[in-house]
Structure formats: C-alpha cells, structure tokens
C-alpha cells in the first residue's frame, strides 16, 4: 500500500526532502509519489505541513 499526495498539497516540497528512496517528485500542480518506488515508510507524511499525504 503506497501512500498518496491529496490536492491539499502546497508543493513545499518537504516530503520529497525526507522521502528515502527518492519516489516523490514535483508534478504539474502538486508533488506526487511514484507507487512503484515507495517504501511504504510514512516518513514524506509526517513532514507535511498541510496533511495532504496517507496511506492509500
């Protein structure tokens, strides 16, 4: 079960700075995580200022 960026995302870029494998990248409106490369570790959810990532 990847985690996923709502649209309440502010594009801080925060999650992407602590996300170990590197699966979040900036998209066109907001940051978005690759499923395929997260870890599954919550580390990019608990950095968010705006609680717009969960576990999907």
């Known amino acids: 079960m990847a ?8 594009s801080c870029g925060a999650c992407a ?3 170990p494998a ?3 990248s900036e998209g066109d409106t ?3 995580i690759d499923a ?7 580390a990019c959810a608990d950095q968010c200022p705006a609680s717009a990532i969960h576990a999907e």
Do not use: F, R
Not at 3 to 10: A, K, Q
């Open 3 to 10: 985690y996923v960026i709502s649209e309440d995302c502010l």
């Open 17 to 19: 700075d602590q996300c």
């Open 22 to 24: 590197g699966a979040i």
């Open 30 to 32: 907001q940051y978005v």
């Open 36 to 42: 395929d490369a997260c870890l599954d570790c919550g």
